[in-house]
Structures are given as structure tokens and as C-alpha cells.
């Protein structure tokens, strides 16, 4: 499988897209007014403590206060452990070097740690632990402890460093030397936030993750990524230069686009983006996808839709599942979504069909980089799994609630705003008995009041003995009306 990654850059937003065999998998987007904080190290202060939910409110200069909980107050390296009482954490008033790790949602301020992580190319060095981990991705037992021996004697040949690492999966087969300038730079960025840390008054920044062009080159290179295409000369020259200092041998792969055809429209990315807005996602058997995003979680229903299959109803429902699986997995990194998501597999009779399907779903989610988890099939036939979410979604980034139907995704039907008005006359009449009424409208519901509803308008008429005007006005929505008393 080869891909490529394709930036994007204007003056005032940044996409990248991840392409795999020509097809979009990945697209993150990045605008100056609202860049993400995820990973950002903070000099915070504590506003208010809520003993009730274990948590704290931390001023950290944004426009909504961040939120930690107890658990992330903790010293790091004791999972499972009970938090102590959130007051013998914290007071409020007390200065705090806090690290963001997920992005203010909705009306949530950002969700904060004092757990620090400094993640580079190859490591994360975490100022608080003290252990050696080796990311769960790299499956190979001897691999896994050849890296941790380099690592950890890299790290006590270093007199007096404090602090654990954790080998990610980029690093799986590199040399010690690799290993060593990775260390080398982290221990160094430490040393100027911890000097930055003494002489600052909350609330401040201490320290800002890379940009998108970088932070991808840093987290989402893989060997099968075959090139990276930038259309920014002065972007491209700061990408080089980072792959020199960081990771010298991909910089060959770096390459600036100056083709007069926008870079997004080589491979029918703006085309996917506008598709990965909409709730049905069409799958090439002629089935499809419905995907819903609430508050609480993501509902994923999947259909047969024009599939017929070619031997029985139960090969064909397998099929059309085993193909939602692998477009799901794509689905949920295109679109970014996260939290719970319930999928609603067509019923299989089958439960080796069954097998087979959730094995084709986590071999998909393998190649996806954030963290997720899946669960068997339930009694209600659906299939649970948790995706980590730290940023909003491709929707929440690029779209807002419509201000018509408030979010509904439907609108009251003009002859249940007829039936509005008629009711909303009756009260005025009882309350003010004016000459004449004046319904202002849209169109649409003025047609059906002259038309359909014709009969029920003069029945009114002569039940109130007033006249109803109508006026059209053209900026309404459907459910809009006023009633004017003449």
C-alpha cells in the first residue's frame, strides 16, 4: 500500500490529507483564529475546586475555563489507583503546570493533565514517570527489547535525569544513534520549559506543540508514506529543515507542489470533503452507511440499499457488512470521530459471519492513530467501541448548527404551522378582539393557507367574524410567522 500527504497552506488555514492508493483517508484542518491546543503546556491557575466531582476549574488564558480531574493530579505511573480527595490536591489560587489533553468541545473548556508528555519522533519524555514503555503497536517481543535496552542505557548514561520515556511505534527497527539525538532533543526542550516555568505568573504558555504541517512529518510518517507534497515554497522550506534537525532520512520524500491545478484536486480531496459531511456514506456494492452524530455518541447504521448479492439473503448481508467494516474504519478517521460509537451491522444468522466481520473491522482500525477499542456483538445485535477523542470533528470544525431547524435536521410541516397560526388567533382573539388580523409568513405556508387550508380559513373567519389578511415575506423560514393585530 503506498500513500502520499498532501498540505495544503493558505494565509489563514491549513489542511493536510492522508492519501492511500488515491483514495482520501485522513484530512485534519487547521485555521490561525482557532489553532489547536492539544499538547500545549500551560502555567495555569486554580479558580475553583469541586469536591463533588473530584475536579478543578484551572484558568489557563483561554476564552473558557479548562477542567482536571483528580485522577490527572496524580503522579504518573499508578493507573487504577484511587485519587486522594481533589483538597489535598489542589487550593484554589495555587499556580499549576498543566498539559492539555483534549480540545474544548461545545460549551466544554479544554480537559487538562499535570501529567506531562514531550513527544518527538522516535520517544515521549514524561518529567514525572520513571519507567520505559514500548508502544503496544510494535508486536515483535525482540524488537521491543532491544529498544528498551538502547533506551534505557542511553538514560543512565545521562547523570541526574528525572523522567521516563515511552518508545513509539515510528521507532520500531532504528539505530541507537537515532534513539540517542531523539533523547538528546526532548531533554533539551525540557530544560527551557522547566527554566520558562520559574520566572511565569499564571496564566500563561510555556510551551506550544508543533504546527499541523510539522505535527504531521512528526506523528503520521510511515515508511509507506512515499511523499509528501507541500504547496508553500516558504512552508516547504521550514518542513526541510525540521526533517534535517529530526529525522534526516525523509527529507528526500519532501516536495514542494507549484502545479497550477490546486493540490487538493489531484486526488478528488475537496470532492471526499464535501462527502464526509454527509450523513450517508455510499459503499461500491450499492449499499450504505448512515452515520449520526449526537451529543452522547456516534450511531453508524449500515444497509443493503440497492445490493441484491447473487446467491442468497444471508451471503448478501454478509458481504454488504464485511464491506461496511473496512469503509467504516475509514469513515471514523476521515470524519474524526470519536467518544462512543454504537454500529448497527445488518443481522447475521451466522456467527462465524459474525467472527469473520468484527476480525475485518479491528484489522481496520489497525492503521487508524488514534486509540480505540471494540467490543463483541451484543444482545441487540450492535457493536460498541470507543474511539479517543481529543479533537472535534471534521463537522464541528467546519460546519455550524443551522440556525432554522436549531439542529433537528427537520422542519414543522406548512400545515402544522397553519394549524399554529389558527390556534395562535384563537388566543388573540379571546385576549384582544383587534378589527383585523394580518398573518406574515413564508411563502410556502402562505400558499397552503390560500389553497389547502382555504375552507378552515374562512370557517375561522366566520367563527371570530374578523378578517385574516396574508402576507408573504420572503426571509422567513418555513416555521416563522407573526400575527399583527389591526
Avoid at 449500515?302 to 467494516?325: P, W
Avoid at 470507543?386 to 400545515?415: A, N
Wanted: aromatic letters at 6%; one cysteine or more.
Amino acid at each position: 500500500m503506498s500513500g502520499e500527504i498532501l498540505i495544503n497552506m493558505t494565509p489563514m488555514e491549513t489542511r493536510v490529507a492522508v492519501v492511500e492508493n488515491g483514495v482520501l483517508q485522513e484530512a485534519w484542518i487547521e485555521r490561525d483564529q482557532c489553532r489547536g491546543i492539544v499538547s500545549n503546556i500551560y502555567m495555569g491557575k486554580v479558580v475553583r475546586v469541586l469536591p463533588g466531582m473530584q475536579a478543578a476549574f484551572v484558568d489557563i488564558g483561554q476564552p473558557r475555563t479548562a477542567f482536571i480531574h483528580a485522577h490527572e493530579l496524580m503522579p504518573a505511573g499508578h493507573p487504577g489507583q484511587d485519587a486522594a480527595p481533589i483538597r489535598t490536591l489542589v487550593h484554589e489560587g495555587q499556580s499549576l503546570v498543566v498539559q492539555v489533553i483534549k480540545e474544548p468541545m461545545g460549551t466544554k473548556g479544554a480537559r487538562l493533565t499535570t501529567q506531562l508528555s514531550i513527544p518527538s519522533r522516535y520517544l515521549v519524555y514524561m518529567p514525572g514517570a520513571s519507567h520505559t514503555g514500548v508502544s503496544q503497536r510494535i508486536e515483535d517481543d525482540a524488537e521491543r527489547e532491544r529498544l528498551r535496552n538502547m533506551v534505557n542505557a542511553q538514560a543512565g548514561a545521562r547523570d541526574g535525569l528525572i523522567g521516563g520515556f515511552i518508545i513509539r511505534t515510528a521507532a520500531e527497527g532504528v539505530d541507537e544513534a537515532s534513539l540517542a539525538a531523539d533523547m538528546q532533543f526532548l531533554l533539551r526542550l525540557w530544560r527551557k520549559i522547566d527554566a520558562a516555568r520559574r520566572g511565569t505568573r499564571p496564566p500563561a504558555v510555556l510551551y506550544e506543540d508543533l504546527a499541523l504541517p510539522t505535527r504531521t512529518l512528526r506523528d503520521v510518517m510511515r515508511d509507506d508514506i512515499e511523499r509528501i507534497r507541500i504547496d508553500s515554497r516558504e512552508n516547504h522550506d521550514r518542513l526541510c529543515e525540521f526533517a534535517r534537525e529530526l529525522m534526516p532520512s525523509l527529507e528526500s520524500r519532501i516536495e514542494y507542489y507549484p502545479g497550477e491545478r490546486p493540490l487538493f484536486d489531484l486526488f478528488s480531496v475537496e470532492d471526499e470533503l464535501q462527502r464526509a459531511l454527509e450523513r450517508r456514506a455510499d459503499l461500491k456494492s450499492g449499499g450504505y452507511l448512515i452515520i449520526d452524530q449526537t451529543e452522547a455518541m456516534t450511531t453508524i447504521d449500515v444497509n443493503t440499499g440497492a445490493f441484491v448479492g447473487h446467491r442468497n439473503l444471508e451471503e448478501t448481508i454478509f458481504k454488504t457488512n464485511l464491506e461496511a467494516a473496512t469503509a467504516i474504519a475509514r469513515q471514523l478517521r476521515l470524519r474524526n470521530l470519536g467518544g462512543i460509537i454504537i454500529i448497527d451491522f445488518i443481522d447475521m444468522l451466522d456467527s462465524d459471519h459474525q467472527r469473520q466481520v468484527l476480525r475485518v473491522l479491528e484489522k481496520a482500525l489497525e492503521r487508524d492513530h488514534a486509540r480505540t477499542r471494540l467490543s463483541g456483538v451484543t444482545e441487540l445485535g450492535l457493536v460498541q467501541m470507543t474511539r479517543k477523542r481529543t479533537r472535534e470533528s471534521l463537522e464541528h470544525v467546519l460546519c455550524e448548527t443551522c440556525p432554522v431547524c436549531k439542529g433537528r435536521g427537520t422542519l414543522k410541516t406548512p400545515e402544522t404551522v397553519c394549524y399554529e397560526i389558527f390556534r395562535e388567533i384563537m388566543r388573540e382573539e379571546r385576549a384582544y378582539s383587534p378589527d383585523t388580523y394580518l398573518v406574515m409568513a413564508a411563502q410556502s405556508v402562505v400558499d397552503r393557507l390560500h389553497e389547502e387550508e382555504s375552507t378552515a380559513v374562512a370557517d375561522l373567519e366566520g367563527f371570530i367574524g374578523k378578517t385574516i389578511r396574508f402576507q408573504v415575506e420572503q426571509h422567513y423560514c418555513q416555521e416563522q410567522y407573526d400575527i399583527v393585530l389591526m
